[in-house]
């Protein structure tokens, strides 16, 4: 049975194009990206209304920096810590490598972003791959944004 992992970040101002999270897949069994869900708690009302770019890339192989490490959280208090690295806010955005756009998307920042990816549309990172969700938008002014990524690894 595959083992559910989630990771987050909370109530960080954006100002500039980020990887809001990265993910590393540990060498021996690889990570699935299952559920993305962004927020934003600083910004209401038609006039601050704005649309940001969401990437979902992999095959980067240099890392990002900038960010931190959040903690990465079990979903079944009993099964074994993630193999994956993840980082999330990372400023100087991952790259180099054979990148691979998976999914474009727009997010109005006026209400949630919940993308939960249907089975077949699943991005899978092999063993030492590294994907990232890439915030695309420079804001034009500072968006405090929070995030949870949920990703499986073995058989999802």
């Known amino acids: 049975m595959a083992r559910i992992y ?10 500039v194009q980020q990887d ?13 990206i299952l559920r993305l869900k962004l927020s934003q708690n600083n910004k209401t009302g ?5 649309e940001f ?29 993630s193999n994956a690295t993840v980082a999330a806010n990372n400023t100087t955005k991952a790259s180099a490598g054979t990148i691979v756009t998976h ?6 920042i006026r209400s949630p972003y919940d993308f ?3 089975p077949e549309e699943r991005p899978f990172l092999k063993g030492g791959r590294r994907g990232t969700v890439e ?8 968006t405090t944004i929070s995030g949870t990524i949920v990703w499986s690894e073995g058989e999802a």
């Open 135 to 142: 915030l695309a938008t420079t804001p034009g002014s500072s």
């Open 116 to 118: 939960i990816f249907m």
């Open 20 to 32: 809001l999270f990265e993910i590393l897949a540990g060498s021996n069994n690889g990570a699935t």
């Open 46 to 50: 038609d006039a601050n209304e704005a």
């Open 53 to 81: 770019l969401i990437l979902i890339k992999s095959g980067q192989t240099t890392t990002g920096s900038g960010g931190t490490a959040p903690s990465k959280v079990v979903r079944d208090s009993d099964d074994a810590a």
């Open 6 to 15: 989630t990771a987050q970040f909370n109530a960080v101002a954006a100002t």
């Open 103 to 108: 999914y474009a998307d727009n997010w109005n």
